[in-house]
């Protein structure tokens, strides 16, 4: 696999050159893809992203472009003034208005995934983006499974134990809904903050590909 900085930095560079050849920005609301920890939400974005030609952002890309400041100055740029303008201003006002925890790593996180969705035709796989991006440019999905499902999934796929299995199940899962709660205010299971949920319990990876690329059609 290609180290993530290498990702990143041919994403920006196709960046700079649609910017440079002034081209439209893609259409397509931008799939934000929460998932409950061991329900196969990653293979998931995967078979969506290679169904609709979309560049996949997953949290690791989304963190190393968030919290290097070179990089997330060179992926904001990739804008041009009236886009980097927008979102600077679209950040401040939603922070004020929803009363968000205003700190330098939330402004960052908003303003690189803020980019992503204006330049479109992309899955973002975590960090909060379904509370991030606009109505208009989005299309929210959750991914979950029943526990031992879970847990069982992760022990396959890590080659752990299901005891091993199930502490890195519930830890994982407790982080994300701190992360979610401090800086969004909201539960992050709660269905109403998406637009389709989706149980690989029951669901094959491929079977919810294929819901969610017939939902955002």
């Not at 949290?59 to 190393?64: E, L, P, Q, S, V």
């Not at 969705?117 to 029943?146: D, K, Q, T, W």
Request: aromatic share 6%; net charge positive; with cysteine.
């Amino acid at each position: 696999m290609k180290a993530i900085q290498q990702i990143i930095e041919e994403q920006v560079r196709r960046w700079e050159i649609l910017r440079k050849e002034k081209a439209e920005a893609k259409t397509m609301p931008v799939i934000t893809l929460s998932r409950e920890p061991g329900s196969g939400g990653r293979p998931v974005a995967q078979a969506v992203a290679d169904r609709l030609g979309l560049d996949l952002f997953d949290n690791k890309i989304i963190n190393a472009m968030a919290q290097n400041a070179d990089t997330s100055t060179r992926v904001i740029r990739t804008l041009d003034e009236r886009g980097v303008s927008m979102i600077e201003d679209w950040v401040s006002a939603a922070i004020s208005e929803r009363h968000l925890w205003p700190d330098e790593v939330l402004h960052v996180l908003m303003k690189v995934v803020g980019t992503i969705g204006r330049h479109g035709g992309a899955i973002i796989v975590g960090r909060g983006a379904n509370f991030i991006l606009p109505p208009e440019s989005r299309f929210r999905v959750r991914i979950i499974a029943p526990l031992e499902r879970r847990i069982s999934r992760v022990a396959e796929t890590y080659g752990v134990s299901q005891n091993d299995a199930k502490r890195r199940v519930l830890r994982t899962e407790s982080d994300r809904k701190a992360f979610v709660r401090k800086y969004f205010h909201s539960d992050i299971g709660d269905p109403n903050h998406y637009d389709m949920v989706l149980n690989t319990g029951t669901l094959s990876i491929e079977s919810a590909a294929a819901a969610i690329c017939a939902g955002v059609g």
